[in-house]
């Protein structure tokens, strides 16, 4: 196993059940399972893409865990480090909205068996042996106090061991408030080499504005982005910074295109942008921070990682579930100008 192509990610898996198609909850006594969850979604879409992917987490020693252990195993991701205890797996309801319905989603993730890990419960050295990447967010230290500096011990032995560390800020307001992420959230952007966010994470995360962001309107300014994120890297240390920019005209429809700084040579570059008829948009900003990585890691250069990961998120939007199901083939032909959607013989 060469330390190039290995990465790691921790955070919480969890059950998903949703209604078929654009149906409301329980408009009809079926729900759909599968598995999902940020870090997760990153794994996968990492596996996929062809890089030797470990992911880290706890699931219940029951049923219900090993399904998430086995759903991961399908989609070529290690699981040697998934622990097992506590009493559940925690559960989201996600209903699809169509047209001018927004999307729904309900938790019901309290007493998980991942917001039971503590500090000192996970051989980090021994995981990081041989990783060139480490990737978090903040949905994870947002699980409890114990997660948050297990967090942070993460971050640290993955440095230690010379990996690289991308924090994606991810918000959730239905785990903690705006004080209590910022609390946690800037010493964490701090230890970042990448850091990847959107509008509102930054705003909620890191407590700086971005001026001109209207994504209700379809209205984005992108100089507005640009001094946030050289801001961002110049407070925090933060080699670059990516920004997803999501133009929601309806449930339907969606502008999406990404910015990122590059605080080595102070280059601003920004995507293609797509216009996309959303299929499922959950994971999307996963599958951009897993693109950035693999672009990275395979060492493209800062402007052809993003456009592959905006390729790549494009492509997740299309796919029902969480998890990209895509190749890296299939990401560079669109981020290569083959936009078509014609039948591959």
Not at 68 to 92: N, S
Not at 226 to 234: D, I, K, S
Request: with cysteine; aromatic share 8%; hydrophobic share 45%.
């Amino acid at each position: 196993m060469t330390k190039d192509r290995k990465a790691v990610t921790f955070g919480e898996i969890m059950l998903r059940l949703s209604p078929p198609g654009f149906e409301r909850f329980f408009q009809s006594p079926l729900l759909q399972a599968t598995f999902g969850g940020g870090e997760a979604n990153v794994a996968v879409s990492l596996a996929h893409f062809g890089l030797t992917s470990c992911y880290v987490t706890r699931v219940p020693a029951n049923p219900i865990g090993d399904g998430a252990v086995r759903a991961l195993r399908a989609e070529g991701v290690r699981t040697d480090y998934v622990q097992r205890g506590g009493d559940r797996l925690g559960i989201y309801f996600a209903e699809t909205g169509a047209s001018q319905r927004a999307s729904a989603v309900v938790y019901d993730r309290a007493n998980a068996s991942v917001g039971r890990i503590k500090p000192g419960d996970i051989p980090w050295g021994e995981i990081f042996a041989g990783a060139s990447w480490f990737h978090t967010s903040g949905i994870t230290p947002a699980l409890g106090p114990t997660v948050a500096e297990a967090t942070d011990e993460a971050v640290r032995a993955a440095r230690a061991a010379g990996a690289m560390v991308s924090l994606d800020l991810n918000y959730r307001a239905k785990l903690w408030s705006k004080e209590r992420a910022r609390e946690v959230m800037r010493p964490l952007a701090a230890q970042a080499d990448v850091l990847i966010a959107n509008e509102e994470d930054i705003q909620s995360s890191l407590g700086l504005e971005v001026s001109g962001a209207d994504v209700a309107g379809g209205h984005l300014d992108v100089a507005g982005y640009r001094a946030v994120a050289e801001r961002v890297a110049r407070e925090f240390g933060v080699t670059r910074v990516a920004i997803t920019l999501r133009e929601s005209f309806s449930a339907s429809r969606n502008g999406w295109s990404a910015v990122l700084f590059d605080a080595k040579d102070g280059a601003f570059h920004q995507s293609q942008r797509y216009d996309v008829s959303i299929v499922d948009r959950i994971g999307g900003g996963d599958s951009f921070a897993a693109g950035l990585i693999y672009g990275l890691v395979t060492g493209r250069s800062a402007e052809a990682a993003l456009r592959f990961a905006v390729a790549a998120s494009a492509l997740k939007q299309t796919i029902p579930g969480d998890f990209n199901r895509v190749t890296a083939a299939e990401v560079d032909r669109l981020a290569q100008g083959d936009e078509s959607g014609r039948v591959q013989r």
